[in-house]
């Protein structure tokens, strides 16, 4: 059944000034949404997905953006949200329209009690009697499936859970039953079973309110599972729109094929990715070779056909309680607890779980950032646990790590060639200063940099290129091993393939050794020779990447991989 609109874009064209100069971010969009339904918007970082749904509520100050022509029209009260005055956006915000953003940790106060932050919503809008509002609170909570809603009234943030924490967002959220709810990259910091758990919270919660959903994201196999409608956006345009089904099954713009393509497949392994870039070039390519089965077998009966470079057994990790004025231990929370495997020359061991599972511990393990309980660690047929002072300082230098988040990885006063540079002149590597030079800009080179980026700052790189010269920074005294935690998962579908090529020609020509850890499994399916599944500090299972993810054994792995969402174009 047709129903009226209940928001219409019209023509809405913006641009953002800064310095004198004016650029134009957002051009002639129309699109609307009625009540009940809702819109999925896609696109990679810079399309304007986000600046789009933010200027409904006028979130993005003013300046530097500057909206130049059209609209958006608000249909139940008959008026125009880019004219309104202040005083009067701030009554809708919170009552009538109310946003989750990306990332909880950011959007919540650390000062303030979950509980109380989402009474400031009754205070401002007046809703309810103060004295029924913790009751009602805690019934939020209860609806958005908190497992403890008394403790999260009185949790502050950091003692939550991401997902528990974002939980906590969308009672703030729909705590005034809004008409209309915009979701902006809710899940993409998730695990894939928390993921799947909040998808599934809001389309229960929006059928029970009946309110109207914006949901953006630059992932179009969670966007399919949740969208009426689809708006796929590209530097500030939209390229196409329809039915989500429509659009998934039979994409027409160029763009919405290559973001549909990005994705590593959920069978079959190509040699390389094609990227968004490659989609929309003017020379035509082919699909790449798929990995056959002999060459799959060969390939490990080479890798598993050589002794171990790196060896664990029954490695444990805890973290001590304290309690008390004279904070005596009390208890540990194990963070490992018996992990086990091992990790031959060229080899990518895949590593995935939950947040919490271990994973990221075992990681910092291995390198010394956390120290072991028990357990041993053989590095090239030796227990580290006996080497030297320089066998162990080798191993530091031959064991490197790159992280999650490529913006908090580098100082943000060091020019990205001195960052390169300062590991090599730490382990006296490449001679002089000169020397190091010539072997950084080669780096740059080698992950896809200009010699020209050697003297700029971290500032003036996209996400993509950060995490490349995080990736060069590794490389930069010639690794063994590299441990790449969730090294991807912040990255768009069509950057995240570029880095994944990447890494994979850099194993090829270096016959690197990866740990791959990432809550991706469609990721991790693609990149790993093996993979291991933890759980609660624990090896659940372990095996051959395309054996584990099609016929798991554990109960927990069978849940893992029923969680991940995948495209199936019809």
Not at 1 to 26: C, D, N, Y
Not at 319 to 342: C, E, M, T, W
Request: aromatic share 6%; with cysteine.
């Amino acid at each position: 059944m047709k129903t009226e609109p209940l928001i219409r874009f019209k023509g809405l064209s913006a641009s953002f000034s800064q310095a004198g100069e004016s650029t134009s971010v957002l051009h002639d969009l129309n699109f609307s949404l009625a009540q009940g339904e809702t819109l999925g918007v896609v696109g990679e970082s810079g399309s304007g997905k986000s600046v789009s749904s933010l200027s409904i509520l006028k979130l993005i100050p003013s300046p530097p953006i500057h909206y130049d022509t059209g609209s958006i029209q608000y249909e139940p009260l008959d008026i125009d949200l880019i004219t309104l005055d202040e005083d009067r956006l701030r009554q809708l915000r919170g009552k009538e329209i109310s946003v989750i953003f990306q990332e909880p940790m950011t959007s919540l106060n650390p000062l303030k009690r979950c509980g109380e932050q989402v009474m400031e919503v009754f205070r401002t809008h007046h809703i309810h009697a103060r004295s029924e509002w913790k009751e009602k609170v805690i019934e939020l909570f209860e609806s958005v499936k908190l497992p403890d809603p008394q403790r999260a009234f009185q949790a502050y943030p950091h003692e939550l859970s991401g997902g528990q924490k974002q939980r906590v967002m969308i009672a703030m959220a729909i705590s005034s039953c809004p008409r209309l709810l915009i979701a902006d990259e809710p899940t993409t910091a998730l695990d894939v079973t928390v993921q799947r758990s909040i998808i599934e919270l809001l389309q229960s919660l929006q059928k029970k309110l009946g309110m109207a959903m914006i949901f953006i994201s630059h992932d179009l196999a969670v966007v399919s599972q949740i969208a009426d409608h689809l708006v796929v956006m590209q530097n500030g345009r939209i390229v196409e729109q329809g039915e989500t089904r429509a659009v998934i099954d039979r994409p027409i713009h160029p763009y919405t094929r290559a973001l549909l393509s990005s994705r590593p497949p959920s069978s079959g392994r190509p040699h390389r990715l094609l990227t968004v870039k490659d989609h929309l070039s003017e020379v035509l390519l082919e699909a790449p070779k798929l990995e056959n089965k002999e060459e799959r077998e060969n390939h490990l009966a080479f890798l598993y056909g050589q002794p171990p470079i790196l060896e664990v057994q029954d490695l444990h990790t805890w973290y001590p309680i304290r309690q008390g004025i004279f904070q005596r231990v009390v208890d540990h929370v194990k963070a490992l607890n018996g992990v086990s495997f091992s990790l031959h020359a060229g080899e990518t061991l895949g590593i995935v779980g939950e947040s919490g599972c271990g994973k990221s511990t075992l990681g910092r393990t291995l390198i010394g950032l956390e120290e072991k309980h028990q357990g041993t660690i053989g590095y090239m047929g030796m227990d580290v646990d006996g080497q030297s002072k320089e066998e162990a300082r080798a191993m530091l230098r031959e064991v490197q790590m790159i992280f999650q988040d490529p913006y908090s990885s580098l100082d943000p006063r060091q020019q990205i060639g001195s960052a390169i540079q300062e590991p090599m002149e730490v382990h006296g590597m490449n001679g002089d200063i000169r020397q190091r030079k010539e072997a950084t800009l080669a780096l740059l080179e080698e992950v896809g940099m200009k010699p020209e980026h050697y003297d700029r700052y971290p500032h003036e790189f996209s996400g993509g290129q950060r995490q490349r010269i995080c990736i060069a920074r590794a490389l930069a005294v010639s690794p063994k091993i590299l441990i790449c935690d969730e090294s991807v998962s912040a990255l768009d579908v069509s950057v995240q393939a570029q880095v994944l090529n990447l890494l994979n020609q850099i194993q090829d020509e270096r016959g690197l050794s990866y740990l791959f850890i990432s809550h991706d499994l469609s990721v991790v399916r693609y990149m790993s020779d093996k993979v291991m599944v933890m759980n609660k500090g624990l090896c659940v299972e372990y095996g051959e990447a395309d054996e584990l993810y099609a016929r798991p054994k554990d109960a927990y792995t069978k849940t893992l991989v029923s969680s991940t969402y995948g495209l199936e174009v019809t």
